[in-house]
Protein backbone atom coordinates (compact mmCIF):
# COMPACT_ATOMS: atom_id res chain seq x y z
CA UNK A 1 0.00 0.00 0.00
CA UNK A 2 1.16 3.45 -1.04
CA UNK A 3 2.26 5.73 1.72
CA UNK A 4 0.07 8.82 1.17
CA UNK A 5 -3.13 5.62 1.40
CA UNK A 6 -1.41 4.80 4.55
CA UNK A 7 -1.31 8.40 5.91
CA UNK A 8 -5.03 8.66 5.19
CA UNK A 9 -6.36 5.79 6.63
CA UNK A 10 -5.74 7.60 9.99
CA UNK A 11 -9.27 9.58 8.95
CA UNK A 12 -11.13 7.07 8.51
CA UNK A 13 -13.15 4.81 10.98
CA UNK A 14 -11.75 2.52 13.46
CA UNK A 15 -12.43 -0.14 12.54
CA UNK A 16 -11.33 0.69 8.39
CA UNK A 17 -8.34 -1.27 7.14
CA UNK A 18 -6.79 -2.14 3.79
CA UNK A 19 -6.51 -5.87 2.51
CA UNK A 20 -4.59 -6.17 -0.56
CA UNK A 21 -6.21 -3.62 -2.77
CA UNK A 22 -9.07 -3.41 -1.13
CA UNK A 23 -10.93 -1.01 1.95
CA UNK A 24 -12.75 -2.65 4.39
CA UNK A 25 -14.96 -1.43 6.46
CA UNK A 26 -15.49 -3.50 9.55
CA UNK A 27 -14.29 -6.66 7.86
CA UNK A 28 -16.88 -5.48 4.85
CA UNK A 29 -15.22 -4.62 1.45
CA UNK A 30 -16.28 -0.91 0.41
CA UNK A 31 -16.54 -2.83 -3.11
CA UNK A 32 -19.51 -4.97 -1.77
CA UNK A 33 -21.33 -2.16 0.29
CA UNK A 34 -21.66 0.22 -3.09
CA UNK A 35 -22.92 -3.38 -5.06
CA UNK A 36 -25.37 -4.17 -2.54
CA UNK A 37 -26.72 -0.53 -1.47
CA UNK A 38 -25.69 1.59 -4.34
CA UNK A 39 -23.72 5.05 -4.37
CA UNK A 40 -23.54 7.73 -3.20
CA UNK A 41 -23.29 5.87 -0.08
CA UNK A 42 -22.63 7.32 3.68
CA UNK A 43 -21.59 4.16 5.78
CA UNK A 44 -21.75 4.54 9.70
CA UNK A 45 -19.09 2.55 11.59
CA UNK A 46 -20.53 1.53 14.83
CA UNK A 47 -17.48 0.85 16.87
CA UNK A 48 -16.42 4.09 16.38
CA UNK A 49 -19.61 5.58 17.08
CA UNK A 50 -19.34 3.74 20.84
CA UNK A 51 -16.13 4.57 21.32
CA UNK A 52 -16.01 8.55 20.90
CA UNK A 53 -19.43 8.13 22.55
CA UNK A 54 -17.79 6.07 25.56
CA UNK A 55 -14.70 8.58 25.64
CA UNK A 56 -16.38 11.59 26.04
CA UNK A 57 -18.59 10.12 28.95
CA UNK A 58 -16.04 9.38 30.35
CA UNK A 59 -14.57 12.81 30.44
CA UNK A 60 -17.52 14.23 31.88
CA UNK A 61 -17.87 11.76 34.33
CA UNK A 62 -20.64 13.17 36.93
CA UNK A 63 -22.06 15.58 34.06
CA UNK A 64 -23.92 14.89 31.08
CA UNK A 65 -23.24 14.36 27.31
CA UNK A 66 -26.21 15.14 24.75
CA UNK A 67 -25.45 14.78 20.98
CA UNK A 68 -25.82 17.68 18.83
CA UNK A 69 -28.35 16.15 16.47
CA UNK A 70 -28.48 18.78 13.95
CA UNK A 71 -24.81 16.75 12.58
CA UNK A 72 -27.49 13.70 12.00
CA UNK A 73 -30.59 13.09 12.47
CA UNK A 74 -30.87 9.74 12.10
CA UNK A 75 -32.93 7.03 14.12
CA UNK A 76 -30.79 3.99 14.52
CA UNK A 77 -27.82 6.20 15.19
CA UNK A 78 -29.13 7.87 18.08
CA UNK A 79 -30.84 4.94 19.36
CA UNK A 80 -27.80 3.42 19.69
CA UNK A 81 -26.19 6.31 21.60
CA UNK A 82 -28.78 6.33 23.93
CA UNK A 83 -28.29 2.88 24.23
CA UNK A 84 -24.46 4.42 25.30
CA UNK A 85 -26.09 7.09 28.32
CA UNK A 86 -25.74 9.68 25.44
CA UNK A 87 -28.57 12.27 25.93
CA UNK A 88 -29.32 14.76 22.73
CA UNK A 89 -30.32 18.11 21.70
CA UNK A 90 -32.50 19.32 19.26
CA UNK A 91 -33.39 22.62 17.56
CA UNK A 92 -37.12 21.82 15.97
CA UNK A 93 -40.51 19.51 16.15
CA UNK A 94 -38.57 17.15 13.57
CA UNK A 95 -35.49 16.56 15.10
CA UNK A 96 -37.54 16.33 18.44
CA UNK A 97 -39.31 13.47 16.58
CA UNK A 98 -36.05 11.81 15.11
CA UNK A 99 -35.66 11.72 19.30
CA UNK A 100 -38.85 9.96 20.18
CA UNK A 101 -38.49 7.58 17.97
CA UNK A 102 -35.41 6.38 19.06
CA UNK A 103 -36.32 6.62 22.31
CA UNK A 104 -35.30 9.67 24.06
CA UNK A 105 -37.85 11.08 26.34
CA UNK A 106 -37.93 13.93 29.67
CA UNK A 107 -34.42 14.71 31.03
CA UNK A 108 -32.41 13.31 28.54
CA UNK A 109 -33.18 15.95 25.97
CA UNK A 110 -32.41 19.34 25.64
CA UNK A 111 -34.84 22.02 23.12
CA UNK A 112 -32.60 24.47 21.33
CA UNK A 113 -33.47 26.78 18.76
CA UNK A 114 -32.72 31.27 18.59
CA UNK A 115 -36.45 31.16 17.15
CA UNK A 116 -38.38 28.24 18.65
CA UNK A 117 -42.19 28.46 17.23
CA UNK A 118 -45.16 27.65 19.46
CA UNK A 119 -45.19 23.53 18.19
CA UNK A 120 -41.81 23.31 19.84
CA UNK A 121 -41.98 25.09 22.86
CA UNK A 122 -45.27 23.18 23.73
CA UNK A 123 -43.66 19.55 22.32
CA UNK A 124 -40.96 20.20 25.04
CA UNK A 125 -43.25 21.40 27.89
CA UNK A 126 -45.50 18.26 27.50
CA UNK A 127 -41.99 15.52 26.77
CA UNK A 128 -40.31 17.77 30.19
CA UNK A 129 -37.39 18.43 28.54
CA UNK A 130 -34.99 21.22 29.30
CA UNK A 131 -35.11 24.33 26.83
CA UNK A 132 -32.40 26.93 26.60
CA UNK A 133 -34.15 30.51 26.35
CA UNK A 134 -32.52 32.06 23.57
CA UNK A 135 -34.73 35.47 23.08
CA UNK A 136 -36.02 38.52 25.57
CA UNK A 137 -39.61 37.20 25.68
CA UNK A 138 -38.86 32.92 25.30
CA UNK A 139 -39.51 33.16 28.97
CA UNK A 140 -42.78 33.90 29.34
CA UNK A 141 -43.49 31.81 25.74
CA UNK A 142 -41.92 28.89 27.62
CA UNK A 143 -43.96 29.21 30.73
CA UNK A 144 -47.26 29.36 28.83
CA UNK A 145 -46.60 26.32 27.02
CA UNK A 146 -45.98 24.37 30.21
CA UNK A 147 -42.03 24.43 30.33
CA UNK A 148 -40.49 24.07 33.70
CA UNK A 149 -36.89 23.31 32.99
CA UNK A 150 -34.91 26.35 31.24
CA UNK A 151 -31.31 27.34 31.20
CA UNK A 152 -30.38 30.84 29.55
CA UNK A 153 -28.40 31.64 26.80
CA UNK A 154 -25.34 33.86 26.76
CA UNK A 155 -23.33 35.11 24.30
CA UNK A 156 -19.88 36.49 25.75
CA UNK A 157 -18.26 38.07 22.67
CA UNK A 158 -15.66 35.45 22.10
CA UNK A 159 -14.41 34.71 18.10
CA UNK A 160 -13.40 31.53 17.68
CA UNK A 161 -10.79 30.57 15.36
CA UNK A 162 -13.27 28.84 12.75
CA UNK A 163 -15.21 29.86 9.93
CA UNK A 164 -17.56 32.78 10.31
CA UNK A 165 -20.33 31.18 9.34
CA UNK A 166 -20.20 28.92 11.97
CA UNK A 167 -19.17 30.89 14.90
CA UNK A 168 -22.07 31.77 17.41
CA UNK A 169 -20.22 33.56 20.44
CA UNK A 170 -19.01 36.69 19.52
CA UNK A 171 -20.79 39.98 19.54
CA UNK A 172 -24.15 40.33 17.32
CA UNK A 173 -24.56 36.46 17.08
CA UNK A 174 -27.92 35.61 16.24
CA UNK A 175 -28.16 33.13 18.92
CA UNK A 176 -28.20 34.03 22.90
CA UNK A 177 -27.95 37.52 24.52
CA UNK A 178 -25.15 39.61 25.78
CA UNK A 179 -24.84 39.62 29.30
CA UNK A 180 -27.58 42.67 30.49
CA UNK A 181 -30.11 41.29 28.39
CA UNK A 182 -29.31 37.46 29.79
CA UNK A 183 -29.34 38.61 33.23
CA UNK A 184 -32.52 40.36 32.71
CA UNK A 185 -34.05 36.99 30.86
CA UNK A 186 -32.62 34.86 34.33
CA UNK A 187 -34.83 37.40 36.55
CA UNK A 188 -38.12 36.81 34.21
CA UNK A 189 -37.61 33.55 34.03
CA UNK A 190 -37.32 33.18 37.77
CA UNK A 191 -40.49 35.63 38.37
CA UNK A 192 -42.60 33.17 36.02
CA UNK A 193 -41.56 30.15 38.68
CA UNK A 194 -39.68 28.15 36.21
CA UNK A 195 -36.63 26.11 37.34
CA UNK A 196 -34.11 27.85 35.77
CA UNK A 197 -30.91 25.59 35.99
CA UNK A 198 -28.16 27.24 34.77
CA UNK A 199 -26.48 28.82 32.08
CA UNK A 200 -25.43 27.65 27.90
CA UNK A 201 -22.82 29.08 25.97
CA UNK A 202 -21.58 28.11 22.84
CA UNK A 203 -18.61 30.07 20.37
CA UNK A 204 -18.36 27.98 17.27
CA UNK A 205 -17.71 24.44 15.54
CA UNK A 206 -15.24 22.36 14.55
CA UNK A 207 -13.17 24.07 17.10
CA UNK A 208 -9.47 22.95 16.74
CA UNK A 209 -7.98 23.70 20.30
CA UNK A 210 -8.99 24.85 24.13
CA UNK A 211 -8.31 28.76 23.94
CA UNK A 212 -11.35 30.45 22.76
CA UNK A 213 -13.10 27.85 24.86
CA UNK A 214 -10.86 28.86 28.03
CA UNK A 215 -12.05 32.21 27.41
CA UNK A 216 -15.25 31.94 26.86
CA UNK A 217 -15.41 29.44 30.64
CA UNK A 218 -13.87 32.26 32.39
CA UNK A 219 -16.12 34.59 31.19
CA UNK A 220 -18.87 32.74 32.17
CA UNK A 221 -17.74 32.15 35.64
CA UNK A 222 -17.53 35.65 35.82
CA UNK A 223 -21.40 36.56 34.80
CA UNK A 224 -22.54 33.49 37.16
CA UNK A 225 -21.12 35.51 40.16
CA UNK A 226 -22.50 38.54 38.88
CA UNK A 227 -26.70 37.00 38.88
CA UNK A 228 -25.67 35.55 42.11
CA UNK A 229 -24.61 39.05 43.26
CA UNK A 230 -27.99 41.00 41.76
CA UNK A 231 -30.41 38.10 41.70
CA UNK A 232 -29.54 35.89 44.46
CA UNK A 233 -29.69 32.74 42.01
CA UNK A 234 -26.96 30.50 41.60
CA UNK A 235 -26.21 28.67 38.03
CA UNK A 236 -26.03 24.60 39.27
CA UNK A 237 -25.43 23.86 35.70
CA UNK A 238 -23.33 25.09 32.58
CA UNK A 239 -23.76 23.75 29.21
CA UNK A 240 -20.51 24.88 27.77
CA UNK A 241 -22.05 23.25 23.75
CA UNK A 242 -20.06 21.31 21.51
CA UNK A 243 -17.82 22.65 18.53
CA UNK A 244 -14.80 19.99 19.28
CA UNK A 245 -13.37 19.26 16.19
CA UNK A 246 -12.19 15.97 13.81
CA UNK A 247 -9.47 15.72 10.73
CA UNK A 248 -11.16 15.79 7.46
CA UNK A 249 -7.65 15.83 5.54
CA UNK A 250 -4.39 14.78 6.56
CA UNK A 251 -2.95 18.64 7.14
CA UNK A 252 -5.83 19.25 9.43
CA UNK A 253 -4.97 19.85 13.22
CA UNK A 254 -7.78 18.71 16.07
CA UNK A 255 -7.20 17.95 19.40
CA UNK A 256 -8.88 14.79 20.59
CA UNK A 257 -12.86 15.70 22.00
CA UNK A 258 -12.53 13.68 25.15
CA UNK A 259 -9.55 15.88 25.78
CA UNK A 260 -11.06 18.70 25.10
CA UNK A 261 -13.72 17.43 27.20
CA UNK A 262 -11.97 16.86 30.23
CA UNK A 263 -10.15 20.11 29.99
CA UNK A 264 -13.55 22.14 29.43
CA UNK A 265 -15.06 19.92 33.26
CA UNK A 266 -12.07 21.14 34.81
CA UNK A 267 -11.72 24.94 33.99
CA UNK A 268 -15.11 25.21 34.36
CA UNK A 269 -14.53 23.64 37.96
CA UNK A 270 -11.80 25.67 38.84
CA UNK A 271 -13.24 29.02 36.84
CA UNK A 272 -16.53 29.05 39.12
CA UNK A 273 -14.24 28.31 42.54
CA UNK A 274 -12.11 31.18 41.78
CA UNK A 275 -15.51 33.24 41.49
CA UNK A 276 -16.59 31.83 44.53
CA UNK A 277 -19.58 29.86 43.04
CA UNK A 278 -19.28 25.96 43.82
CA UNK A 279 -18.72 23.61 41.29
CA UNK A 280 -21.09 23.29 38.51
CA UNK A 281 -22.53 19.92 36.69
CA UNK A 282 -21.16 20.49 33.19
CA UNK A 283 -22.85 20.00 30.21
CA UNK A 284 -21.69 19.11 26.97
CA UNK A 285 -23.49 18.71 23.41
CA UNK A 286 -20.58 17.37 20.82
CA UNK A 287 -21.76 16.67 17.57
CA UNK A 288 -18.95 16.68 14.79
CA UNK A 289 -16.98 15.04 17.09
CA UNK A 290 -19.23 11.77 17.70
CA UNK A 291 -20.65 11.07 14.14
CA UNK A 292 -18.24 12.69 11.82
CA UNK A 293 -15.19 10.12 11.55
CA UNK A 294 -17.21 7.48 12.07
CA UNK A 295 -19.15 8.18 7.94
CA UNK A 296 -17.28 7.66 4.91
CA UNK A 297 -18.84 8.37 2.15
CA UNK A 298 -18.46 5.97 -1.02
CA UNK A 299 -18.80 7.76 -4.63
CA UNK A 300 -18.49 5.95 -8.21
CA UNK A 301 -16.58 7.64 -10.51
CA UNK A 302 -18.33 8.71 -13.74
CA UNK A 303 -16.30 10.70 -16.57
CA UNK A 304 -12.36 11.60 -16.70
CA UNK A 305 -11.07 14.51 -18.14
CA UNK A 306 -7.91 14.94 -18.55
CA UNK A 307 -7.12 19.06 -19.79
CA UNK A 308 -3.87 21.17 -19.47
CA UNK A 309 -5.05 23.17 -16.47
CA UNK A 310 -6.28 20.54 -14.13
CA UNK A 311 -7.71 17.17 -14.76
CA UNK A 312 -11.30 16.76 -13.86
CA UNK A 313 -12.52 13.42 -11.87
CA UNK A 314 -16.72 13.38 -11.47
CA UNK A 315 -18.49 11.49 -9.46
CA UNK A 316 -22.24 10.37 -9.03
CA UNK A 317 -22.91 12.88 -5.94
CA UNK A 318 -21.66 16.58 -5.00
CA UNK A 319 -23.13 19.31 -3.57
CA UNK A 320 -26.42 17.72 -2.90
CA UNK A 321 -25.18 15.06 -0.38
CA UNK A 322 -22.19 17.21 0.68
CA UNK A 323 -22.65 21.08 0.36
CA UNK A 324 -19.78 21.72 3.22
CA UNK A 325 -17.45 22.86 0.68
CA UNK A 326 -19.62 24.99 -0.58
CA UNK A 327 -20.62 26.45 2.13
CA UNK A 328 -17.66 26.65 4.44
CA UNK A 329 -14.59 25.74 1.68
CA UNK A 330 -14.18 22.35 3.92
CA UNK A 331 -11.59 20.19 3.05
CA UNK A 332 -11.77 16.34 2.56
CA UNK A 333 -9.69 13.84 0.98
CA UNK A 334 -10.14 10.28 -0.91
CA UNK A 335 -8.89 6.95 -0.88
CA UNK A 336 -9.41 4.72 -4.13
CA UNK A 337 -11.35 2.02 -2.11
CA UNK A 338 -10.96 -1.06 -4.70
CA UNK A 339 -7.33 0.24 -5.94
CA UNK A 340 -5.68 1.05 -2.50
CA UNK A 341 -2.62 -0.91 -3.04
CA UNK A 342 -1.43 0.94 -6.22
CA UNK A 343 1.14 3.91 -6.64
CA UNK A 344 -1.21 6.99 -5.63
CA UNK A 345 0.82 8.66 -9.40
CA UNK A 346 -1.82 11.37 -10.43
CA UNK A 347 -3.04 14.72 -8.69
CA UNK A 348 -6.75 15.45 -9.61
CA UNK A 349 -9.70 17.63 -8.44
CA UNK A 350 -12.86 15.49 -7.89
CA UNK A 351 -16.25 17.48 -9.13
CA UNK A 352 -19.56 16.71 -8.31
CA UNK A 353 -22.51 15.62 -10.89
CA UNK A 354 -24.50 19.47 -10.71
CA UNK A 355 -24.95 22.27 -13.06
CA UNK A 356 -22.45 23.94 -10.71
CA UNK A 357 -19.07 25.19 -11.31
CA UNK A 358 -18.77 25.37 -7.88
CA UNK A 359 -19.67 21.97 -7.33
CA UNK A 360 -15.99 20.74 -6.40
CA UNK A 361 -15.95 18.27 -3.50
CA UNK A 362 -12.26 18.14 -3.45
CA UNK A 363 -9.96 20.48 -5.14
CA UNK A 364 -6.77 18.11 -5.20
CA UNK A 365 -5.99 14.95 -4.30
CA UNK A 366 -3.80 12.37 -5.02
CA UNK A 367 -4.92 8.84 -6.43
CA UNK A 368 -4.20 6.14 -8.57
CA UNK A 369 -4.80 7.48 -12.13
CA UNK A 370 -8.34 7.70 -11.90
CA UNK A 371 -10.78 5.56 -14.46
CA UNK A 372 -14.70 5.49 -14.85
CA UNK A 373 -15.69 3.30 -12.12
CA UNK A 374 -12.98 3.62 -9.55
CA UNK A 375 -14.89 3.82 -6.22
CA UNK A 376 -13.80 6.53 -3.96
CA UNK A 377 -13.85 6.31 -0.84
CA UNK A 378 -14.22 9.82 1.37
CA UNK A 379 -13.49 9.96 4.95
CA UNK A 380 -14.60 11.81 7.74
CA UNK A 381 -18.79 12.24 6.29
CA UNK A 382 -20.46 11.43 9.05
CA UNK A 383 -21.47 14.84 10.08
CA UNK A 384 -23.52 17.81 8.61
CA UNK A 385 -23.53 16.09 4.84
CA UNK A 386 -26.77 13.73 4.75
CA UNK A 387 -28.12 16.55 7.63
CA UNK A 388 -27.65 19.06 4.87
CA UNK A 389 -28.17 17.58 2.25
CA UNK A 390 -31.12 18.52 -0.58
CA UNK A 391 -32.71 17.50 -3.88
CA UNK A 392 -30.98 20.43 -5.71
CA UNK A 393 -31.17 19.23 -10.09
CA UNK A 394 -34.14 16.68 -8.64
CA UNK A 395 -31.46 14.26 -7.33
CA UNK A 396 -32.17 11.37 -4.84
CA UNK A 397 -30.85 12.16 -1.64
CA UNK A 398 -28.12 8.64 -0.48
CA UNK A 399 -28.66 5.52 1.43
CA UNK A 400 -26.63 5.33 5.08
CA UNK A 401 -25.83 2.13 6.36
CA UNK A 402 -24.25 0.84 9.62
CA UNK A 403 -21.93 -1.40 9.60
CA UNK A 404 -21.06 -3.56 13.14
CA UNK A 405 -20.09 -6.95 14.00
CA UNK A 406 -19.19 -7.96 10.13
CA UNK A 407 -23.26 -6.60 9.27
CA UNK A 408 -23.96 -3.82 7.33
CA UNK A 409 -27.43 -2.47 7.63
CA UNK A 410 -29.74 -0.45 6.19
CA UNK A 411 -30.49 2.92 8.26
CA UNK A 412 -31.36 5.28 6.13
CA UNK A 413 -33.54 4.58 2.43
CA UNK A 414 -31.72 5.61 -0.70
CA UNK A 415 -34.95 8.29 -1.56
CA UNK A 416 -36.48 8.15 -5.39
CA UNK A 417 -37.66 10.27 -7.78
CA UNK A 418 -41.31 8.97 -6.40
CA UNK A 419 -39.87 10.36 -3.21
CA UNK A 420 -39.50 13.54 -4.72
CA UNK A 421 -43.13 14.09 -6.66
CA UNK A 422 -44.81 13.40 -3.80
CA UNK A 423 -44.71 16.48 -2.36
CA UNK A 424 -45.90 18.15 -5.53
CA UNK A 425 -49.48 18.87 -6.23
Known sequence: MSEVHHGVLGLFPDSVLVKGARLMIDGISAEDLAADFGTPLVVYCEQTLRG?????????????????????????????????GIGVDVASVGELAFARAAGFHGEEIIVHGNNKD????????????AVVLDAPDEAGLAAAAGVRRVLVRVTLGV?????????TGHHGSKFGLPPAQAIELVEDALAR??????????????????????ETIARLASFAATCREVLGWTARIADLGGGFGIRHTTDEHAIDASILASS???????????????????????GRSIVGT?????????????LPERTWVTVDGGMSDNPRPQLYHAAYTALSAGRADEPVNERVSIAGMHCESGDVLIDDV???????????????TGAYTLAMASNYNGVPRPAAVLVGGGVAR????????????RAEV
Not at 118 to 129: I, T
Open 52 to 84: RARSLKAAVAGGHVAFGTKAFANVAVLRLLREE
Open 118 to 129: AALLSEAGVEGA
Open 159 to 167: DADTHEAIR
Open 193 to 214: GLDVLGLHVHIGSQLADFDAQA
Open 264 to 286: AVTTAHLAFAEAGLPGPEVWLEP
Open 294 to 306: AGVTLYRVGAVKR
Open 366 to 380: ALPAPRRGDLLAVPA
Open 410 to 421: LIRSRETIADLL
